[in-house]
């Protein structure tokens, strides 16, 4: 029951990296947090602070009753699979948990409002990818919806299921996020993937690293940042779509070039082999994304640069590599 004077936030996906860095934003800022996270997942890592539920965000009438129990002002969509190869994998489990979770958790906000009046703000966490067969170069939030991924239609799903519930009147929002790192990103992300391996690269304990793509182009960012900008959505309180990107192109060979630069490596071609089966069926050639809208309306800009980023994590690997 919120019946504190501090806002409820709801942050679906808390033991994540991003569902991390925003339990922490929020109670730092005196909120009230609850967290949803999936039945039988190893939660020591979230907040002690954080009230966590296990629920199948799949179930509709186990959604509703969460929503119900916690009044929330606020509710964080961030939970899913976010894994673009994972859903080729498994394709229909992607769509539940991308989509089918997202229609739900809408649903679950417009009802209790509708039925008790309170004012709820749901922000859901959409992807670049739903732009990645558009043939944009440089994607804003009019770019036209084309995914090329399992992955990517999911997310496509869950974004117009945000648009549909904020034409009935629920300030539901999208924050379409453009890749993002940090430390707390999962060793299955090429990023991570490559940040280790260059540590340990260059500490002898690895002899190559195995890549598929290395000319695919992104924009990355810094985690901590993009969690600002869902917390700014939240504060703004409108319903509306945000792309949240720093607007610099890099390769993933770029990627690899600032991080074995960053463990004293020059020339990182001698440990770097590209592998054909790690390729993925589809590999959009360049995602870059147009934030103007959310630095004009919400006042927000990326704090850390693209070697920043990249240095940041390879700072916390050789911590982790020394402590091991």
């Known amino acids: 029951m919120n019946t504190g004077p501090h806002p409820t ?19 730092g800022r005196g909120w009230a947090v609850h967290g949803v996270s999936k039945p039988g997942g190893t939660q020591e890592s979230v907040n ?31 939970a899913g699979i976010s894994s673009v190869w994972r859903s080729w994998n498994d394709p229909v489990l ?3 948990v991308n989509g089918v979770s997202a229609a739900a958790l809408l649903d679950a906000c417009f ?9 709820i703000v749901m922000i859901n966490a959409s992807s670049a990818e739903i732009f990645a067969g558009s043939g944009v170069s440089l994607q804003s939030e009019t770019t036209r919806i084309a995914p090329t991924s399992p992955y990517g239609a ?17 300030e539901a929002t999208n924050a379409i996020l453009y890749n993002h790192e940090s430390p707390r990103r999962p060793d299955s992300f090429v990023t991570r993937k490559i940040s280790k391996a260059a540590v340990a690269i260059s500490r002898g304990r690895q002899s190559t690293l195995e890549l598929g793509n290395l000319t695919a182009v992104r924009d990355w960012g810094w985690a901590p940042d993009y969690v600002q900008a869902m917390a700014a959505m939240a504060e703004y309180g409108k ?18 070039a600032a991080a074995f630069e960053a ?20 590999d959009s050639a360049r995602m870059v994304g147009d934030a103007s809208k959310a630095r004009n309306v919400l006042g927000w800009e990326p704090t850390k640069t693209f070697d920043q980023v990249v240095r940041a994590m390879i700072e916390f690997d050789m911590t982790e590599e020394i402590a091991a």
């Open 154 to 170: 999911s997310k496509a799903l869950s974004h117009h299921m945000v648009d549909v519930y904020r034409s009935r009147g629920l």
């Open 239 to 256: 319903g509306d779509n945000f792309v949240v990107a720093t607007g610099q192109a890099h390769s993933v060979a770029d990627f690899v």
């Open 9 to 27: 936030a709801l942050i679906t996906g808390v033991a994540g990296q991003d569902g991390s860095y925003l339990a922490e934003l929020l109670l």
């Open 48 to 78: 002690p602070l954080v009230e966590q539920h296990e629920t199948d965000l799949s179930e509709t009438g186990t959604v509703q009753g969460l929503v119900r129990e916690i009044e929330p002002d606020y509710v964080f969509h961030l």
């Open 111 to 119: 009802t209790h409002q509708e039925a008790s009046g309170k004012r």
């Open 263 to 282: 463990v004293g490596i020059d020339d990182w071609r001698e440990y770097v082999r590209s592998d054909s089966e790690m390729l993925r069926p589809t």
């Open 94 to 96: 992607t769509t539940k």
